[in-house]
């Protein structure tokens, strides 16, 4: 019993350590991807929990990311960034006992659970189960980049005491293409369709919907799966400015636009297809 006991001390002390230099080494980056940076944040904060041991056997809570100015919320960034965080923390539960609770979605979860509970009417407050760690913050746009800073809160009877606080400063160029609503204004002027030459054209627009073709521009010199992810999106940053100035509309519902063909030229810039739903 001792032996194991032993054993698995070792193994904790050897992953920790090892995640020290992980972080060490990647906080050399100024800019960073947006999910590499909330995957090392996600490992300092397990560290630094499990040194002050505030990890093992707490209940986690994420939730609240928010812009910092403007306090909009921005449901799909907020989502994402929480979503992001709570599969990265996921992976050292092998190591550490502790559990993460679900406050992603509280809607999906009240629905679920008290059409579960066969009644409409009880609060949600009564079967959330009470967290011990509070994981949340904001978000910020920069002129060279994309802030997210990170603060972890203990919950306890005595009050609320702040244990963490991260930051992270990351390109922002893929957040304009996945988060398009979130930064509606300045992806207006920073990233104007062209006209001249061409780029956009009209296949099909009725009623229903519009289906426009994207030629793109040459992708930069890089690996070729760099080059097709690359041509991917310039086409789709196109065909959302080109819709947004075309309908007249502030904001382009995502999820409602999709990809139907994509050709590439010998040069991997691309031909794609897209068709928007109304």
């Known amino acids: 019993m001792l032996k194991i006991i032993?054993?698995?001390?070792?193994?904790?002390?050897?992953?920790?350590?090892?995640?020290?230099?992980?972080i060490q080494l990647s906080c050399s980056h100024a800019s960073d991807n947006f999910g590499r940076a909330i995957s090392e944040i996600s490992k300092s904060i397990v560290k630094q929990l499990h040194q002050l041991k505030k990890l093992e056997n707490r209940n986690l809570a994420i939730f609240g990311f928010r812009n910092e100015n403007s306090q909009n919320k921005?449901?799909?960034?907020?989502?994402?960034?929480?979503?992001?965080?709570?599969?990265?923390?996921?992976?050292?539960?092998?190591?550490?006992?502790?559990?993460i609770l679900a406050r992603h979605n509280l809607q999906s979860i009240e629905d679920e659970i008290l059409i579960s509970k066969g009644s409409m009417s009880?609060?949600?407050?009564?079967?959330?189960?009470?967290?011990?760690?509070?994981?949340?913050?904001?978000?910020l746009e920069a002129k060279k980049g994309f802030s997210i800073k990170i603060k972890v809160f203990e919950i306890s009877k005595k009050g609320t005491i702040e244990l963490i606080s991260k930051h992270?400063?990351?390109?922002?160029?893929?957040?304009?293409?996945?988060?398009?609503?979130?930064?509606?204004?300045?992806?207006?002027?920073s990233l104007p369709f062209k006209t001249k030459n061409k780029q956009v054209s009209i296949i099909r627009k009725d009623s229903k919907g519009i289906t426009?073709?994207?030629?793109?521009?040459p992708p930069p010199d890089c690996n070729i799966t760099c080059k097709m992810q690359k041509s991917i999106k310039r086409n789709k940053r196109l065909a959302v400015n080109y819709l947004l100035k075309k309908l007249k509309i502030e904001e382009l519902d995502n999820e409602k636009l999709k990809l139907d063909k994509i050709e590439y030229n010998s040069n991997y810039s691309a031909i794609s297809v897209y068709t928007y739903i109304y």
């Open 74 to 99: 921005c449901s799909s960034l907020s989502t994402s960034i929480s979503e992001k965080l709570s599969l990265s923390i996921h992976e050292y539960q092998s190591f550490v006992p502790f559990e």
């Open 122 to 139: 009880d609060s949600i407050m009564n079967y959330l189960k009470a967290s011990d760690i509070l994981i949340t913050g904001t978000w």
């Open 212 to 217: 426009i073709k994207v030629k793109g521009d």
């Open 6 to 22: 032993n054993f698995k001390y070792l193994i904790s002390i050897l992953f920790f350590s090892f995640l020290s230099i992980v």
């Open 168 to 189: 992270a400063f990351v390109d922002k160029k893929e957040l304009y293409d996945f988060f398009p609503n979130c930064f509606k204004k300045q992806r207006n002027k």
